[in-house]
């Protein structure tokens, strides 16, 4: 299950990513090439992408251990002080993303019952755009607890050393 998901993330990224690509593109040539496709709109549509897409990415860097992190410490350690280290990191990275999933959420839901939208030509739901946050959080949170259970119940020091790149 956790392959579907990842290809499903990265899939989804992808989508995003090519989804801004072809709108920011057909803003250009409306703005440069003819008067006749002026997508007005795109600038800020583009963003709101970029930014789902992005939080999205947040959740396959904790599978994939990729958040930049001061590790130079860590590297030197042996596995089994690297273990206790990485279930501190994992214990602090999920209560602080269980709180970005429980605050993002009263943001998104408050614009949501407020209506509130953006003050330009899209009047886009500000709440699909404040959505990216506990969304990407949750899935994160769930990442942060597989990781944590994976390093307190199935550690295994060949797996899952903080490699020190002199390999």
Same mark, same amino acid.
């Given at each position: 299950?956790? +392959? $579907? /998901?990842?290809?499903?993330?990265?899939?989804?990224?992808?989508?995003?990513?090519?989804?801004?690509?072809? &709108?920011?593109?057909?803003? &250009?040539?409306?703005? *440069?090439?003819?008067?006749?496709?002026?997508?007005? $709109? #795109?600038?800020?549509?583009?963003?709101?992408? @970029?930014?789902?897409?992005?939080?999205?990415?947040?959740?396959?860097? @904790?599978?994939? +251990?990729?958040? @930049?992190?001061?590790?130079?410490?860590?590297?030197?350690?042996?596995?089994?002080?690297?273990?206790?280290?990485? &279930?501190?990191?994992? #214990? &602090? $990275?999920?209560? %602080?993303?269980?709180?970005?999933? /429980? *605050?993002?959420?009263?943001?998104?839901? +408050?614009?949501? +019952?407020? #209506?509130?939208?953006?003050?330009? @030509?899209?009047? %886009?739901?500000?709440?699909?755009? *404040?959505? $990216?946050?506990?969304?990407?959080?949750?899935?994160?949170?769930?990442? *942060?607890?597989?990781?944590? /259970?994976? %390093?307190?119940?199935?550690?295994?020091?060949?797996?899952?050393?903080?490699?020190?790149?002199?390999?």
């Amino acid at each position: 299950m956790l +392959d $579907a /998901w990842d290809r499903l993330e990265r899939w989804l990224i992808g989508l995003l990513g090519g989804l801004a690509l072809c &709108i920011y593109l057909t803003q &250009i040539v409306g703005r *440069y090439l003819t008067t006749e496709i002026d997508f007005s $709109a #795109g600038e800020e549509l583009t963003i709101y992408v @970029v930014i789902w897409a992005t939080f999205l990415t947040a959740s396959l860097l @904790v599978r994939e +251990d990729g958040h @930049v992190r001061a590790d130079l410490l860590l590297r030197m350690m042996r596995p089994e002080r690297q273990r206790w280290l990485e &279930i501190a990191n994992c #214990g &602090i $990275a999920l209560g %602080f993303c269980l709180a970005l999933t /429980w *605050y993002g959420w009263l943001v998104s839901s +408050d614009s949501y +019952d407020l #209506g509130e939208r953006s003050n330009t @030509v899209l009047s %886009f739901p500000m709440w699909v755009y *404040y959505a $990216a946050l506990p969304f990407s959080a949750a899935l994160m949170s769930i990442r *942060y607890a597989r990781r944590l /259970w994976q %390093f307190c119940f199935a550690f295994d020091p060949a797996t899952m050393e903080v490699h020190s790149g002199r390999e």
